[in-house]
């Protein structure tokens, strides 16, 4: 299962504020996206683990057991889904909603989560927010300073003399989404790099949508990118594994995902 996926809408409601694009083909494209994925994941672990017939019948046991265990959270994104698209509730109601569905499932129906450890929670919660705003307040001024200083522009200026290929600007344009999803947070990434490259964007007549795509695509893909993803490191510390073994282990889904950006980034331009 993919760690990065509750960060994904939010992601795309970040992307799409500063560009102003519709939030639901964004979040109809890249669940469409992720669905793929999930399938051919699928068909990697199947390779991987059923070697043999014993293997397969555990495999099916198991995950039938997974699904049935997981009930209560597989049904949160289908919730929050029909929530927004439905139009009964705003992102912020669906925020507060998604918050009270949580509560009540890890206190009432798993009991995973007394009562009484509520205040510790919601000290550590607003400690882990509050420096979550600090970087994207710093990240926001920066942001101005170079909208101010006319950086974009004059990037801008500087590509247009030495990049004419629309197709190597976008090759350009994923090295450097990967690399710095790979080192950066991924919320400020986009409030200091967006308008850096939304001009460009317009310049090789690039759509909206499909930058917006090619972004979250790029950024999501640089969490687990060897050898310096976030999500490697965090690997490391939670299940004790070298990084090494965790290199070996993320290397298939690395390049499956790799293609899909990839797939996501060329094959578009064919239809417009």
């Known amino acids: 299962m993919d760690s990065k996926a509750p960060k994904t809408k939010n992601l795309k409601v970040f992307f799409i504020k500063l560009i102003s694009i519709s939030i639901a083909i964004i979040l109809i ?6 669905l793929l994925l999930s399938e051919r994941f699928k068909q990697i672990n199947s390779l991987l683990l059923l070697t043999n017939v014993e293997n397969r019948q555990e495999y099916g046991d198991k995950l039938r057991e997974s699904f049935w265990e997981a009930k209560w ?6 919730l929050i889904l029909t929530g927004v698209f439905s139009g009964y509730m705003t992102l912020v109601e669906t925020a507060a909603f998604t918050v009270v569905y949580i509560l009540t499932v890890e206190v009432l129906i798993y009991k995973d989560l007394p009562l009484k450890d509520l205040p510790k929670i919601i000290i550590d919660c607003a400690t ?3 420096g979550v705003l600090i970087i994207l307040g710093v990240a926001m001024g920066l942001t101005s300073y170079l909208v101010d200083a006319q950086v974009p522009m004059r990037l801008l200026e500087w590509i247009q003399s030495t990049i004419s290929s629309k197709l190597v600007f976008l090759l350009l344009l994923n090295i450097l989404l990967l690399v710095i999803g790979c080192m950066m947070d991924i919320f400020s990434a986009i409030i200091v790099f967006v308008p850096l ?3 460009l964007g317009i310049f090789f007549q690039i759509d909206p949508i499909h930058l917006a795509i090619i972004f979250i695509a790029n950024l999501e893909l640089g969490f687990f990118t060897p050898p310096i993803g976030m999500n490697l490191f965090l690997s490391a510390y939670r299940f004790n594994k070298s990084m090494p073994v965790l290199y070996n282990a993320t290397i298939p889904f690395f ?10 980034t060329y094959i578009p331009l064919l239809f417009y």
């Open 29 to 34: 494209i890249h669940t469409l996206f992720n």
């Open 197 to 199: 490259i939304a001009p």
């Open 255 to 264: 390049l499956i995902r790799l293609l899909f950006v990839l797939i996501l």
């Open 73 to 78: 959270e597989i049904v949160l994104p289908i």
């Open 128 to 130: 882990l927010i509050g």
